[in-house]
């Protein structure tokens, strides 16, 4: 695909409909709307069924024009649009489903006037309160700061003190100042209630899946890591978690200055890539369904005039993609073949979903079967294979023994010197949490676990023993940021269904993916930096880390 096209498209201005239904757009205001103003579309808003309301507006001193729009689906929250521009263009800067008018007032000044949402919410409010709307919304605390801080501050207090004994994985004897369940204090209060008490230290989170951490100084957030994410994206991901737990340990700080937005635009845009997410998994959305082109032949003009109907996300990063959807692979190789982090394939999914270029499937599609080969061949015996192989594997796992791996590791270093082509190593630990210390589980356990991985990788990835209790994936011609998929993949099967003689609760695995040529250069490089890696996952509870983020750190 694409086909050279001249003929592009071209939007047409509509005018606005006056009735009672239809898109409506209002007067320009000189000023910055107030917040009888916002109360005033967000009425005409639910009158109009589903239509937008806008509100255009500029501002004394801003040589920007603004722009806030609201309608109300029949099935969610108020949705929220603001955009800047100028007499020719204007720009999206976020999207909010809320029903909270003064918070989207407050982030309205924020825009216009470049003064912090929180400071201006510390101004305006009258008393603490963290609220959710019926799609997980919240407002930010409504208080005076002095008061927003010891009351915010002392309910997280209040729903954190004793939840749980001390972090056995950490080496000093510090004690978390506060620590406590997302599931009954969400993350963004709790960044909220930081950021007005101006702390400054470490927050550590650990979720179903992943593991993460941000540094504050002074309220703010300068450094974050969460998998594979850095800095905004790993704040903007870890802002979707819904479950986990999280300590915050005082005057703990990083020199690694990764962060480089605002807390309240992290939040928001946070907030519609949960949008999207949820969306994706509503429909039915798994790593095992297929993914079909419903115009193939499109030119690339046709392409950018329908995907351009949709969100306004990156569209080079759209057409890369859609080209490389063959209606025969499904999510998960896709994503292995065309390795993007889940921030990037969101959206960009989400978006071919919704203007109709991609459509779903359960199966690849049916196609036509090449002619016989006429050429005569031997009948391969795959028993005999088998057989030859079973005398490689540990019989009470049934996987390569440590030598066998580490021999696979330097043919696969010899291919690497002749094809130049990347290859990666995972190395992964099995484990049971009973609460207060982590135990090996038995063998018999460990063998229903890696048939599971058996099941993710591919036939030419090469799974066996690393030393006396870990194991390890060799993955030949994979770079590091797809071994993250396949990392992320294995613990999404390991937590689908029960395990036989063990809760899936009670499961714990750590992973440290390192990859030649980006970590090192040698076999033995290989393994040692892959093992490094996963000792600081278990070390600092995070389930998934790779060599190069970990790199220099104890």
Same mark, same amino acid.
């Given at each position: 695909?694409?086909?050279?096209?001249?003929?592009?498209?071209?939007?047409?201005?509509?005018?606005?409909?006056?009735?009672?239904?239809?898109?409506?757009?209002?007067?320009?205001?000189?000023?910055?709307? *107030?917040?009888?103003?916002?109360?005033?579309?967000?009425?005409? !808003?639910?009158?109009?069924?589903?239509?937008?309301?806008?509100?255009?507006?500029?501002?004394?001193?801003?040589?920007?024009?603004?722009?806030?729009?609201?309608?109300?689906?029949?099935?969610?929250?108020?949705?929220?649009?603001?955009?800047?521009?100028?007499?020719?263009?204007?720009?999206?800067?976020?999207?909010?489903?809320?029903?909270?008018?003064?918070?989207?007032?407050?982030?309205?000044?924020?825009?216009?006037?470049?003064?912090?949402?929180?400071?201006?919410?510390?101004?305006?409010?009258?008393?603490?309160?963290?609220?959710?709307?019926?799609?997980?919304?919240?407002?930010?605390?409504?208080?005076?700061?002095?008061? *927003?801080?010891?009351?915010?501050?002392?309910?997280?207090?209040?729903?954190?003190?004793?939840?749980?004994?001390?972090?056995?994985?950490?080496?000093?004897?510090?004690?978390?100042?506060?620590?406590?369940?997302?599931?009954?204090?969400?993350?963004?209060?709790?960044?909220?209630?930081? $950021?007005?008490?101006?702390?400054?230290?470490?927050?550590?989170?650990?979720?179903?899946?992943?593991?993460?951490?941000?540094?504050?100084?002074?309220?703010?957030?300068? $450094? !974050?890591?969460?998998?594979?994410?850095?800095?905004?994206?790993?704040?903007?991901?870890?802002?979707?978690?819904?479950?986990?737990?999280?300590?915050?340990?005082?005057? #703990?700080?990083?020199?690694?200055?990764?962060?480089?937005?605002?807390?309240?635009?992290?939040i928001i845009e946070s907030m519609g890539f949960l949008d999207q997410s949820n969306?994706?998994?509503?429909?039915?959305?798994?790593?095992?369904?297929?993914?079909?082109?419903?115009?193939?032949?499109?030119?690339?003009?046709?392409?950018?005039?329908?995907?351009?109907?949709?969100?306004?996300?990156?569209?080079?990063?759209?057409?890369?993609?859609?080209?490389?959807?063959?209606?025969?692979?499904?999510?998960?190789?896709?994503?292995?073949?065309?390795p993007l982090t889940k921030l990037e394939w969101v959206p960009v999914l989400y978006?071919?979903?919704? &203007?109709?270029?991609?459509?779903?499937?359960?199966?690849?599609?049916?196609?036509?079967?090449? #002619?016989?080969?006429?050429?005569?061949?031997?009948?391969?015996?795959?028993?005999?294979?088998?057989?030859?192989?079973?005398?490689?594997?540990?019989?009470?796992?049934?996987?390569?023994?440590?030598?066998?791996?580490?021999?696979? &590791?330097?043919?696969?270093?010899?291919?690497?010197?002749?094809?130049?082509?990347?290859?990666?190593?995972?190395?992964?630990?099995?484990?049971?949490?009973?609460?207060?210390?982590l135990e090996i589980v038995p063998s018999g356990i460990a063998k229903a676990l890696? $048939?599971?991985?058996?099941? &993710?990788?591919?036939?030419?990835?090469?799974?066996? $023993?690393?030393?006396?209790?870990?194991?390890?994936?060799?993955?030949?011609?994979?770079?590091?940021?797809?071994?993250? &998929?396949?990392?992320?993949?294995?613990?999404?099967?390991?937590?689908?269904?029960?395990?036989?003689?063990? #809760?899936?609760?009670?499961?714990?695995?750590?992973?440290?993916?390192?990859?030649?040529?980006?970590?090192?250069?040698?076999?033995?490089?290989?393994?040692?930096?892959?093992?490094?890696?996963?000792?600081? !996952?278990?070390?600092?509870?995070?389930?998934?880390?790779?060599?190069?983020?970990?790199?220099?750190?104890?």
């Open positions: 695909m694409f086909k050279s096209n001249l003929n592009r498209g071209q939007s047409q201005n509509q005018k606005p409909k006056e009735s009672g239904s239809g898109p409506l757009k209002l007067p320009r205001l000189w000023n910055a709307p *107030a917040l009888e103003d916002l109360n005033s579309i967000l009425a005409q !808003a639910k009158k109009r069924d589903g239509f937008d309301v806008e509100l255009p507006f500029s501002v004394s001193g801003q040589n920007a024009l603004y722009l806030i729009k609201v309608s109300c689906p029949a099935d969610g929250d108020p949705l929220w649009t603001f955009y800047i521009g100028s007499l020719t263009s204007t720009e999206v800067k976020w999207t909010l489903p809320s029903i909270d008018v003064l918070l989207v007032h407050n982030l309205v000044l924020s825009e216009c006037t470049g003064q912090d949402s929180v400071d201006l919410i510390s101004d305006h409010s009258q008393q603490p309160s963290y609220q959710r709307s019926s799609t997980g919304n919240f407002s930010i605390p409504e208080a005076p700061e002095q008061q *927003a801080v010891s009351q915010s501050m002392q309910g997280i207090t209040d729903y954190t003190r004793n939840l749980g004994p001390k972090d056995p994985n950490r080496t000093d004897n510090q004690q978390a100042a506060l620590e406590g369940d997302l599931e009954k204090l969400a993350l963004p209060a709790v960044l909220q209630s930081l $950021h007005l008490g101006k702390k400054s230290g470490r927050l550590t989170l650990g979720g179903t899946d992943s593991g993460a951490e941000i540094y504050m100084e002074d309220g703010q957030p300068t $450094h !974050a890591l969460c998998g594979e994410f850095s800095g905004d994206n790993a704040i903007i991901d870890v802002l979707t978690w819904v479950s986990g737990k999280f300590k915050f340990y005082e005057n #703990e700080v990083s020199s690694d200055r990764t962060v480089t937005k605002r807390l309240d635009s992290l969306y994706l998994k509503n429909i039915g959305l798994t790593m095992d369904t297929f993914l079909r082109q419903v115009y193939p032949n499109l030119s690339e003009a046709q392409f950018e005039q329908l995907a351009g109907r949709g969100t306004g996300y990156n569209m080079q990063l759209q057409k890369d993609f859609y080209v490389e959807i063959d209606n025969q692979t499904n999510l998960f190789d896709l994503l292995r073949r065309m978006n071919l979903l919704q &203007v109709g270029l991609v459509q779903l499937a359960l199966q690849a599609s049916n196609q036509t079967p090449s #002619e016989a080969s006429i050429e005569p061949a031997y009948q391969i015996d795959e028993a005999a294979i088998q057989n030859a192989l079973k005398t490689l594997m540990r019989p009470e796992t049934e996987v390569y023994s440590y030598p066998v791996l580490q021999f696979f &590791v330097k043919q696969e270093l010899g291919r690497f010197e002749r094809d130049g082509k990347a290859f990666s190593l995972i190395i992964f630990d099995l484990m049971s949490d009973n609460g207060s210390s890696l $048939h599971r991985v058996k099941g &993710v990788k591919r036939e030419i990835d090469i799974l066996g $023993h690393f030393e006396t209790f870990d194991f390890g994936i060799l993955l030949p011609q994979t770079s590091s940021k797809s071994a993250i &998929v396949v990392a992320q993949r294995i613990l999404e099967r390991m937590k689908a269904s029960p395990i036989p003689g063990m #809760e899936t609760a009670n499961l714990s695995m750590a992973f440290g993916i390192a990859a030649i040529p980006q970590d090192c250069k040698t076999a033995g490089g290989l393994l040692s930096v892959a093992s490094e890696a996963k000792k600081y !996952a278990r070390r600092n509870n995070l389930p998934i880390v790779e060599f190069k983020s970990c790199e220099g750190k104890t």
